[in-house]
């Protein structure tokens, strides 16, 4: 079946540093894939998403590239802040009600903790 | 635009006793979608709905579990003869109408935290 394997944390990394956390899926077709980030105390937000391979989602400095030779969707930032502490959960879209519609798949999450 | 409203945040229930969480989606949005965090651990899918439809509940235990999105009103998870291991944080998630607009994204709540006594 389809599923999202994310590294484990918790990640801790210095102000500035660069940030890599893997995400790897199996999936039947062409899923989207996307990056979800979750406060403490929050729910989740929407960090980027793609959806066919090749393509690249960024925002917030923040980049992960769809790549469907690897089956990968790796999240990337070349200098991470204190207010990056987060937990980010790798996800893929599974199903297709006749549209675009269908439940989140997610992997685990990874802590990350920045030190100022 | 509002964003997903889930209520209440908290709820505590003892053994036994049943839970209601609601969710509100996103004006516009007619797809909602529930999802259950244990400790530590991603979401898991529980039931995907539409209005006065249930689309899909794989996820869902078989017991004890229901839910609805009435044609007016929120969408209503009910957990009926709660047990400790219902305690989770329990998120709503919503997306738009398929009317030429992205349909991919689903817009979470702020979620509802059960601890079960």
């Known amino acids: 079946g389809n599923s999202v394997t994310q590294m484990e944390g918790p990640v801790t990394l210095s102000e500035e540093a660069f940030l890599t956390i893997n995400c790897t899926y199996t999936a039947t077709g062409y899923p989207s894939l996307f990056w979800y980030v979750q406060y403490p105390g929050e729910g989740l937000q929407l960090l980027l998403k793609a959806t066919k391979a090749d393509d690249k989602g960024s925002n917030k400095g923040f980049e992960a590239t769809y790549r469907k030779e690897t089956t990968s969707f790796h999240l990337e930032k070349g200098s991470v802040q204190v207010s990056d502490s987060a937990v980010y959960f790798c996800?893929?879209?599974?199903?297709?009600?006749?549209?675009?519609?269908?439940?989140?798949?997610f992997g685990k999450g990874t802590k990350l903790s920045v030190k100022p | 635009n509002a964003g997903v409203m889930q209520n209440p945040r908290h709820l505590v229930r003892r053994r036994g006793q049943e839970a209601r969480l609601r969710c509100s989606p996103m004006?516009?949005?007619?797809?909602v979608y529930w999802y259950r965090q244990l400790p530590e651990e991603g979401l898991k899918f529980m039931v995907y709905l539409q209005k006065e439809n249930i689309i899909d509940e794989s996820g869902m235990p078989k017991e004890r579990f229901s839910a609805e999105f009435p044609k007016e009103g929120p969408s209503i998870l009910r957990i009926q003869q709660v047990v400790r291991g219902d305690s989770a944080a329990y998120f709503c998630a919503s997306s738009p109408d398929n009317s030429g607009v992205s349909t991919d994204t689903q817009y979470f709540g702020p979620g509802t935290r059960l601890t079960v006594l």
């Open positions: 004006k516009g949005h007619s797809h």
């Open positions: 996800a893929l879209k599974s199903g297709n009600y006749g549209g675009s519609q269908g439940n989140l798949i």
